[in-house]
Each structure stands twice: as structure tokens, then as C-alpha cells.
T-cell receptor
Framework: DAGVIQSPRHEVTEMGQEVTLRCKPI?????LFWYRQTMMRGLELLIY????????DSGMPEDRFSAKMPNASFSTLKIQPSEPRDSAVYFC?????????????FGDGTRLSIL | GQQVMQIPQYQHVQEGEDFTTYCNSS?????IQWYKQRPGGHPVFLIQ?????EVKKQKRLTFQFGEAKKNSSLHITATQTTDVGTYFC???????????FGKGTKLSVKP
């Protein structure tokens, strides 16, 4: 079975540019999560969706970050404009509902470097 | 909000030594999950504990959930170089789908 698929695996871009990260969750999973991981702050939840609807976006750092889930098989995380402090590994994860008893399945992540 | 505190942050051991990481919360946890992240990899689910005092084993790994459901531990017997990585505990917060992760314990094993 295919796992969570993220693209791109690596992204290097200059500050000020728009960055779009993509995620395809495991088929049938109705929860989707976006995380950011850095050495300083560890693994941070940015936003999560249930049945394509954003449930909690309180972890989104600021208005430069936005996330969408137009359908059950695709989600994007967009940063515009990007800044060097956005450099991190961004993970997408999905789980089967109801969420409380289910493990999360992570993608391989996108390593983002903002110069 | 709910937090899970994990200690130690780092642990360096000689191959063959035992290793333990601890996860603590000030509030009662509905369950606890453990994940392992290899260097350069992504977190991978290991196990879930739900019942008070529950103990589960996976080969050399032993997972415990405290009687009060406020703490948990992961113990590895006779570490091997393949155990290298960061171990995270996680638990669901107030929202139904919001999994809260500890900061993790990074384990290094010297051969």
C-alpha cells in the first residue's frame, strides 16, 4: 500500500519567493496533518483537517502560511512570501478516524531551505 | 493546553547498554503513542498504550503506561546500533484529532 506521499522532497529557494508543498494522504484516511520540525522547536503541528475541513490552524505561524485541502486525496501548504526562518522539514501525516485511537502515518517530508 | 514532557533530551550509550526515555504529563492522558524517527527519516508509529498500568513488549522494547495515566516509559534492553534515532511520545489533546508530541529523546549508540 502506498504511504503518505509528499513533494518535493527538497526545496531550496530565495527569500520572498512563494513555496508550495504538496501532500497525498493514504487513501481512506480522513485526517490530515501538517507539521514543521526544527532542531530548536522540535515537531510542531501547524494545521489539521478532518474530511477536508480545517479543524485547528492555531499552529500556523502567521498569515504568510496557508493550507488547503480541495479533496480527500490532496493538500497543499503554501508560504508566501518565504523567509529564512521558515527553513525546516515539513511533514504531512494522515490517520484514520476517529482520531483519538489511531496512529499517524507520516510522509518522508520536504526539506525546505530559504536563502 | 496539554503538554507531554519527555526526558532526557539526549542519551548516549555504549552498544549493549540499556536505555530508557520517560514521558510525563500534568493531566491524565487518554492514551499514549510512541514513535521512532531515524536520522534523516520521518516519525514511524511503534505502539499505543491505553489502559492504566499497561505494559507491552516488542522484542527488546518495553513500553509502560503509568497507573495514573500521567506518565509512560520506553525501555530498550541491550541497545544495538539499529536503535539509533529519536523516540517521541505523543498523546491526543482536547481536540479529537490533535496529537501532541513530546520533544523527543535522541539516542546515539556507540559500537
Amino acid at each position: 500500500d502506498a504511504g503518505v506521499i509528499q513533494s518535493p522532497r527538497h526545496e531550496v529557494t530565495e527569500m520572498g519567493q512563494e513555496v508550495t508543498l504538496r501532500c497525498k494522504p493514504i487513501s481512506g484516511h480522513d485526517y490530515l496533518f501538517w507539521y514543521r520540525q526544527t532542531m530548536m522547536r522540535g515537531l510542531e503541528l501547524l494545521i489539521y483537517f478532518n474530511n477536508n475541513v480545517p479543524i485547528d490552524d492555531s499552529g500556523m505561524p502567521e498569515d504568510r502560511f496557508s493550507a488547503k485541502m480541495p479533496n480527500a486525496s490532496f493538500s497543499t501548504l503554501k508560504i508566501q512570501p518565504s523567509e529564512p526562518r521558515d527553513s525546516a522539514v515539513y511533514f504531512c501525516a494522515s490517520s484514520l478516524g476517529p482520531g483519538r485511537s489511531q496512529p499517524q502515518h507520516f510522509g518522508d517530508g520536504t526539506r525546505l531551505s530559504i536563502l | 493546553g496539554q503538554q507531554v514532557m519527555q526526558i532526557p533530551q539526549y542519551q548516549h550509550v555504549q552498544e549493549g547498554e540499556d536505555f530508557t526515555t520517560y514521558c510525563n504529563s500534568s493531566t491524565t492522558l487518554s492514551n499514549i503513542q510512541w514513535y521512532k524517527q531515524r536520522p534523516g527519516g520521518h516519525p514511524v508509529f511503534l505502539i499505543q498504550l491505553v489502559k492504566s498500568g499497561e505494559v507491552k513488549k516488542q522484542k527488546r522494547l518495553t513500553f509502560q503506561f503509568g497507573e495514573a495515566k500521567k506518565n509512560s516509559s520506553l525501555h530498550i534492553t541491550a541497545t544495538q546500533t539499529t536503535d539509533v534515532g529519536t523516540y517521541f511520545c505523543a498523546s491526543y489533546g482536547g481536540s479529537q484529532g490533535n496529537l501532541i508530541f513530546g520533544k523527543g529523546t535522541k539516542l546515539s549508540v556507540k559500537p
